[in-house]
């Protein structure tokens, strides 16, 4: 499936779940572009620039370039001219005007790919179906992702937000301080209910609840839950950190 733009890693698709996982992959490398590297994102995006269009690569990569010159172009081509806004809008609008288009872009790739490959009308609902199962860039770059998330389970406490009982090191150690006593000492009774909250946590970087068997940790400032691949911490780092603050906390803060 071609990539769009350079940098890309063509590969032949032919069903729903490829495309779908094409689309992860894309997805993933631009929310990294609007969080854990958004500084990086924000002085490529010179206004003083031509056009740029923010492009994700199906290796989970990011590129702020020039549009595609051929024409017609081989895939839909993101926005253009997304760095002409920077400095006329307050950041996180402007983060979010780019999360949208890119959601926009996204979509536009994914059913492009299924009329290239003749999906028919049960192939293109499972694509969309899977593509709606996850939340949206937008969501993630604005934090509705965890509103929603929270509003599924309205009866929990939001510190109790903790992936998976599995989860070892440093997640599980913090988890013993955001969990009320009176939910500590519930016992089995909600069990159903915190395996749910588990299954509906969301990395605050890829935005998914992948890998619930991996380390997680949690920000001690907006406490979002972070895959810790994700914002590159190791169980064995994790131990020695007495405050953890999540890259988006980090990067307020040097701006502010």
Not at 97 to 114: C, E, K, N, R, T
Request: charged share 30%; proline share 5%; net charge negative.
């Amino acid at each position: 499936m071609d990539g769009g733009g350079s940098g890309a890693a063509p590969y032949a698709a032919r069903t729903a779940e490829e495309v779908f996982r094409d689309y992860r992959a894309r997805r993933a490398g631009m929310i990294k572009a609007l969080t854990t590297d958004v500084d990086k994102f924000f002085k490529l995006c010179d206004p003083e620039k031509e056009n740029l269009c923010l492009y994700g690569y199906p290796n989970e990569t990011w590129e702020v370039t020039l549009p595609a010159e051929e024409v017609p172009p081989e895939i839909p081509e993101p926005a253009l001219g997304i760095n002409f806004a920077r400095d006329g809008m307050n950041e996180k609008d402007w983060l979010a005007l780019v999360a949208v288009h890119s959601d926009s872009w996204l979509l536009s790739v994914a059913f492009y790919f299924g009329a290239r490959f003749g999906f028919d009308k049960e192939a293109r609902r499972q694509l969309f179906s899977m593509i709606n199962n996850m939340p949206t860039i937008f969501e993630v770059v604005t934090g509705s992702a965890k509103k929603q998330t929270k509003e599924k389970t309205p009866n929990s406490s939001s510190k109790s937000n903790k992936p998976s009982s599995k989860v070892q090191s440093r997640a599980e150690s913090r988890s013993k301080a955001k969990v009320p006593k009176d939910e500590e000492e519930s016992g089995d009774d909600d069990g159903d209910e915190e395996a749910e909250e588990h299954d509906n946590t969301l990395c605050g970087t890829c935005g998914t609840n992948d890998g619930k068997d991996q380390f997680w940790i949690c920000c001690d400032n907006c406490e979002k839950w972070y895959h810790g691949k994700c914002v590159k911490i190791t169980p064995a780092r994790a131990e020695h950190i007495k405050q953890y603050k999540c890259p988006d906390c980090t990067n307020k803060r040097a701006r502010a």
